[in-house]
């Protein structure tokens, strides 16, 4: 998925990033992860599978409550956000649109 959306960003980010953009470009990244985690837990269907994605960082709390994973909402979870931190998506090669930002205005 992260091939496909690449060129998109890219394309977008260059396009867009001549003005005063880095405020909503820093908004459309925070977007494109939120809503990459709402596919990635949308994948995984089962509660069970994120409580072993949670564990597998680190976190050992017996009592980790239920969360939908078929919910928008759902993706700004801490423990979404704990699962799959935007550090994955960045060692994924997604590219940052206020990178681009930055490599054409800097």
């Known amino acids: 998925m992260i091939a496909k959306l690449n060129p998109l960003l890219r394309g977008w980010g260059n396009y867009f990033c001549y003005g005063q953009v880095k405020t909503r470009m820093q908004a459309l990244d925070q977007w494109i992860t939120r809503r990459l985690r709402a596919v990635q837990l949308r994948s995984w269907r089962h509660v069970g599978q994120l409580h072993r994605a949670l564990r597998r960082v680190g976190v050992q709390d017996v009592s980790l409550p239920y969360l939908r994973m078929n919910r ?26 206020v990178k681009i930002h930055a490599m054409k205005m800097g």
């Open 72 to 97: 928008w909402a759902s993706s700004v979870h801490w423990m979404a956000n704990t699962a799959i931190p935007q550090a994955l998506f960045t060692s994924l090669g997604l590219v940052s649109l």
